[in-house]
């Protein structure tokens, strides 16, 4: 392979107990973690000196964060912003604590029934202001594509990256929630945002259901996409994301340690 894959996961998924979610990573290899929930809430909602403990216990095994999985953008257009981007901000206090410049976003749901496209002013303004705040934070906005809001499409995902015009805000890509926005995953969607891929989520869907299935067994073109990015010397996240369990948080090892062989056996191949 040309290119430096780093793997890492979003371990929740694994379980809601820290040190259980270490023991499988390491398990597989794995010393990075998308940080979405620890124990029984968001990474963001803890005070300084949880999240001080929290670096403590992942020093100690040798991990790593390689991004902030927030919620942030994950909120009706109509609703109140000013809150949520006080929320932003924390989100970034604590990327700063853990030691990660990447900060996974959104950009809001979209009232059902609605043009997202009667929404786009608003959802402008919104990342303007987070853009502003980022300003000199030495973060990584990274959005990501998303069922309901309004980057649920590559064209309107493109959209928010260009309109922003600045360097760090660049694009996650899922394969999966693309399939259950019923687009082409590629050639069509990565074709229109590779230039913009900073950071992949590893996970895969059927059109026919949008269920949820390990990397290279739906329609999301997995291998394809990282064959494409390996060519390309593609260097930066795979996050393994499962989803293969509905009681998420917490879908359990062996749904992990599936979606982990599945990655490997694309990868291996390459």
């Not at 902030?68 to 949520?84: L, V």
Request: net charge negative.
């Amino acid at each position: 392979m040309k290119a430096k894959f780093i793997l890492s996961a979003f371990a929740d998924e694994i379980s809601l107990d820290l040190q259980e979610e270490m023991d499988v990573l390491e398990q597989c290899d794995i010393h990075y973690i998308e940080m979405r929930n620890v124990g029984d809430r968001c990474i963001i909602d803890y005070q300084d000196n949880d999240i001080s403990d929290i670096k403590k216990q992942l020093d100690q095994r040798g991990f790593r964060l390689s991004a902030i999985g927030s919620p942030i953008g994950k909120i009706s257009i109509e609703d109140d912003f000013k809150p949520h981007l006080d929320r932003f901000k924390r989100a970034m206090e604590v990327a700063h604590m853990l030691d990660t410049p990447y900060i996974r976003m959104f950009s809001f749901f979209i009232p059902k029934g609605s043009d997202p496209y009667d929404y786009r002013g608003e959802v402008m303004e919104r990342w303007a202001a987070f853009v502003t705040a980022a300003q000199d934070q030495g973060m990584i906005l990274l959005h990501e594509n998303e069922k309901e809001i309004y980057g649920d499409i590559p064209e309107r995902c493109v959209d928010i990256i260009q309109t922003m015009n600045v360097p760090f805000v660049k694009a996650t890509f899922d394969p999966a929630n693309f399939v259950q926005c019923d687009v082409e995953t590629y050639p069509h969607a990565f074709s229109l945002l590779k230039d913009h891929i900073a950071y992949m989520h590893i996970k895969d869907a059927l059109y026919k259901d949008h269920s949820v299935v390990p990397a290279g067994q739906g329609d999301g073109r997995v291998r394809d996409i990282l064959r494409e990015l390996d060519q390309a010397g593609y260097e930066g996240f795979l996050s393994i994301e499962p989803h293969l369990n509905n009681s998420l948080p917490g879908g359990g090892p062996e749904n992990f340690k599936r979606a982990y062989r599945a990655l490997m056996d694309i990868l291996n191949s390459l």
